[in-house]
């Protein structure tokens, strides 16, 4: 049996090959997408441009990345520039409607697009608070005054009684209690 010993050149010229390191199951898959959600983050789109085409190249599904870039619209970009949820949506469906090779460049355009955009999180974390009192508080009541009241025997129990309809307001704000009385002043915006 021959003897091989492995030097650090034998090792470059492996990972220099024409083969792309990407294991779609793999931590590879997951560092990748990793660098692209940060680089969009970063309004950096020459490295999401990147990132995009590595994972393309690879052989990554494009509706994979078409289903992060529409996550990433919400909670990184959210109400400062609500026209990239709409247009990560329209890319979505451009992608799965017209798939491979055609998709790159949905996506190119998409991480552009996405990376210089006005960001804002607030949508996300104004959430994630929710969540946590939701699931904390999930047999709080609904105040009286928003309950639906579509019988005579719930109108008896006061459903819907002080309901203020904001429209009829001048300036169409009532400031009426909507959070159960246990979080009435609480604030996740």
């Known amino acids: 049996m021959r003897k091989v010993i492995i030097t650090k050149q034998i090792l470059e010229q492996v990972f220099q090959s024409s083969s792309l390191l990407y294991d779609k199951n793999g931590e590879e898959h997951y560092n990748i997408i990793s660098a692209l959600h940060k680089s969009m983050r970063s309004s950096n789109p020459d490295a999401a441009v990147y990132w995009t ?75 994630k608070k929710a969540s946590k009192d939701a699931k904390e508080t999930l047999n709080l009541p609904v105040p009286l005054h928003l309950r639906n009241a579509p019988t005579k025997l719930m109108k008896n129990l006061g459903y819907g009684k002080g309901y203020i309809y904001d429209h009829d307001l001048k300036n169409k704000k009532s400031g009426q209690q909507c959070l159960p009385d246990k979080l009435k002043n609480r604030k996740y915006v």
Request: hydrophobic residues 45%; glycine residues 4%.
């Open 53 to 127: 085409a590595r994972m393309l190249e690879a052989g990554e599904d494009p509706l994979y990345i078409a289903r992060r870039m529409l996550r990433f619209a919400s909670e990184d970009i959210g109400n400062a520039d609500p026209q990239a949820l709409i247009l990560a949506n329209s890319v979505f469906e451009a992608c799965r409607k017209v798939g491979m090779p055609e998709s790159n460049v949905f996506l190119t355009q998409l991480a552009i697009y996405l990376s210089n955009a006005a960001k804002s999180n607030k949508a996300y974390i104004a959430y």
